[in-house]
Structure formats: structure tokens, C-alpha cells
């Protein structure tokens, strides 16, 4: 029984819920974040796409069951190792998409609606985009985003032009880097066809994924230092401004924002170090909760934020 609990634990993959975090983000810039009644309605919405993830996990491990198996890693997680049944297997994944939708409601129809779409987009992207070059990225990339859009929907909150430019950068850079780091754990196995364990990777060069995660890590650069400069923090404050005197310029007094460049910079610095230098990044929460650097700067990150929206304030 203890066997059969850890292989649906495994099956449901919770440690790639942290992905969900991306739903609170709307409110967290928008100051709302410890506005009780709000905050209840974006956590639902969380706990639902924590559930809705895990059954598109499940629909995505059934139809590359075979695949998997001549993964190097992914041939022992419990569908392709046999651990688990596919038909048992399905009937969690149907479970879970009936809790999911059940509660989605009641967070509010527009969130309902995107719900559906975020099950649909990984349905097609298990059964028809992952063997398309380039889609089969904009697919990753889309459900990224969709997670930003939902927190944005289920708070009522509103995200800035820049910030969401950030969030599409960001979501195409960590698809890229996925992609890259696929295609050399895969090349380093020359036992194996890079085709028969996923098309879209005899399909990408190296050279190609370079230059796109160059593209989207400094298009993820640009578009958040633009938002740090332009965004005024909202929402309530302590009124710490006694600590800046008048004398100092305006700049310094009310773009408190651009500190949280820092650790963004290290940030993607590190992840690519951790693409290319320790051949990871296939699982980005995989790449976090183990690269204690990234880790502490990602917590940085949140810190500062936090103390900058919600105690110094505008």
C-alpha cells in the first residue's frame, strides 16, 4: 500500500507545483497580496492548477509511455516502469480534472474558462504539438503564461504591459533551456535515436537552442529592468519614507523597484550555468530546489519585493 501511495505521489509530480506559483504574481505586485478575501480566491485558484497540472502530467506520461522507455531518467517513473497501470493511471487523472473544474467555478467563471483552456493546450500539446518544432516551446511557454493570466483573472488584480512581457520572456527562456538540456542528456546516450525518444530534438541544433536562449534571457532582462523603472509599487505601506530625505533626487526615492534587478540578473546567469556548465534544466523546479545559489536567490528575489511593495511603498 505504502508502494502504491508513493507511486501515485510520483505519478502526480508535486514537486513541479511550484511552476503554480506563478498565479499569485498578479497580486503581489499589485499590492493585494495580504488582502485576506482576495488571497483566498488566488490560493483556490492555486491548489486548482496544482490538481489540473498533475492529471495534464498524467494524460502527457500516457501517451509517451513509450517513449519514456528509452528515456534515460524518465524510464523509471511509474507509467513506464510498470509501477503503475495505465487504466489506474487514467482514473486519477479523470479524478483530479472533475475536483479541478468542481472548484474552478466557484473561484469565478473567467478563471473556470481559462482552466479549460490550460487542459485542452496540454491535451494538444501531448498529442500533437510536442513533435512540431517551435510549437511544441510556444506550447510549453503558453501554459506558463496561462498560470500568470489565471492569478491575474481569480484576484481581479491588474499586471502591467512590461511585466507580462516579462513573464512571456521568462516562459520562453525556461521552455528553451528544457529543450536544451533534453537534447544533450539524449545526445550523451549513443545507444539510443534522439528521434525515438523525442522528434522535435532531432530537429534542434545546439547552436539554434543557444541563440533562442539567448534571445529570450535577455529579452527577460530588458523587459524586467523596464518595468522596475517604469512600475510604482502599489498597495498599503508602512511609510518608511522618513528614511530618505527630500534632498536626494526622485529617482532614488521611488525606484526601489530596480534593486530586485540583482538577483534576476544572477538568476538567469546561474540557470544558464546550470544549462550549460552542469548539463541541467530539463526540469526547471528540478534545477531550483537543488541549486542552493539559484534557490537563495529566487527567496532574495521574494524578499525584496515584498519589503519594497509593502513596506517602503511609493
Not at 167 to 188: D, N, Y
Request: net charge positive; charged share 15%.
Amino acid at each position: 500500500m505504502i508502494k502504491i501511495v508513493y507511486n501515485i505521489l510520483r505519478l502526480l509530480r508535486p514537486r513541479q507545483w511550484i511552476k503554480n506559483a506563478a498565479i499569485f504574481a498578479a497580486i503581489t505586485f499589485s499590492g493585494s497580496l495580504f488582502d485576506w478575501q482576495i488571497f483566498q480566491k488566488v490560493f483556490l485558484a492555486f491548489v486548482v492548477f496544482c490538481t489540473l497540472s498533475s492529471a495534464s502530467y498524467i494524460i502527457n506520461d500516457i501517451f509517451d509511455i513509450q517513449k519514456d522507455r528509452l528515456h534515460p531518467f524518465k524510464k523509471f517513473r511509474p507509467l513506464p516502469s510498470r509501477a503503475l497501470s495505465v487504466n489506474y493511471a487514467l482514473t486519477i487523472a479523470f479524478i483530479l480534472t472533475i475536483f479541478s473544474f468542481s472548484f474552478g467555478f466557484f473561484v469565478n467563471p473567467a478563471f473556470f474558462i481559462l482552466a479549460i483552456i490550460y487542459l485542452v493546450v496540454q491535451f494538444f500539446y501531448s498529442t500533437l504539438f510536442k513533435p512540431i518544432a517551435i510549437v511544441d516551446i510556444l506550447a510549453i511557454a503558453f501554459g506558463y503564461i496561462l498560470r500568470v493570466y489565471a492569478g491575474e483573472v481569480a484576484g481581479g488584480a491588474h499586471i502591467s504591459v512590461w511585466l507580462l512581457l516579462t513573464a512571456i520572456s521568462l516562459s520562453l527562456f525556461l521552455a528553451v533551456g528544457k529543450r536544451r538540456s533534453e537534447l544533450t542528456l539524449v545526445s550523451q546516450n549513443k545507444a539510443v535515436n534522439i528521434s525515438d525518444v523525442r522528434k522535435t530534438l532531432s530537429l534542434y541544433s545546439e547552436r539554434l537552442l543557444d541563440v533562442y536562449a539567448s534571445i529570450f534571457a535577455t529579452s527577460t532582462f530588458v523587459s524586467y529592468a523596464l518595468f522596475t523603472f517604469l512600475e510604482n509599487p502599489r498597495g498599503f505601506s508602512l511609510g518608511l519614507n522618513i528614511f530618505m530625505p527630500d534632498f536626494l533626487p526622485v529617482f532614488f526615492q521611488r525606484k526601489w523597484l530596480m534593486l530586485t534587478i540583482i538577483p534576476v540578473v544572477y538568476g538567469l546567469m546561474r540557470y544558464l550555468q546550470d544549462i550549460y556548465e552542469k548539463r541541467e534544466g530539463e526540469s526547471p523546479e528540478r534545477v531550483l530546489w537543488s541549486d542552493k545559489p539559484l534557490f537563495v536567490a529566487v527567496l532574495s528575489w521574494i524578499a525584496l519585493l515584498i519589503i519594497i511593495i509593502y513596506v517602503i511603498g511609493s
